[in-house]
Nanobody, 121 residues
Framework: QVQLVESGGGLVQDGGSLRLSCVVS????????MGWYRQAPGKQRELVAT???????TYEDSVKDRFTISRDNAKNTVYLQMNRVKPEDTAVYYC???????????????WGQGTQVTVSS
């Protein structure tokens, strides 16, 4: 069973930094795109950043130049370095990964349980 476990969330002051991690485990052949999404109270889940297996990132406009997504394929881990955070970054952050479980067959997207990030003003 594929599992995604996020860590690193917490309370941070406006302008501070935080680093999120997400480890993927359980019956993995290959991980393709990995990403971070967030959901604030009363809002829909939105994309924050994604990264391809080759390391090409994409970012939501509001986090460009503040957040950096990276991954370690050997460790099946994706990171989100959050700098100069703002109160509007407050949300539950979810990790997602497109995982192929066997050398044959298609891949599927799996999700973590989320980690709370709260930015105080």
């Amino acid at each position: 069973q594929v599992q995604l476990v996020e860590s690193g969330g917490g309370l941070v002051q406006d302008g501070g930094s935080l680093r999120l991690s997400c480890v993927v485990s359980g019956g993995i052949y290959r991980i393709y795109v990995m990403g971070w999404y967030r959901q604030a109270p009363g809002k829909q889940r939105e994309l924050v950043a994604t990264i391809t297996r080759g390391g090409d990132p994409t970012y939501e406009d509001s986090v460009k130049d503040r957040f950096t997504i990276s991954r370690d394929n050997a460790k099946n881990t994706v990171y989100l370095q959050m700098n100069r955070v703002k109160p509007e970054d407050t949300a539950v952050y979810y990790c997602g990964a497109d995982v192929q479980r066997r050398s044959y067959g298609s891949s599927s997207v799996y999700w973590g349980q989320g980690t709370q990030v709260t930015v105080s003003s």
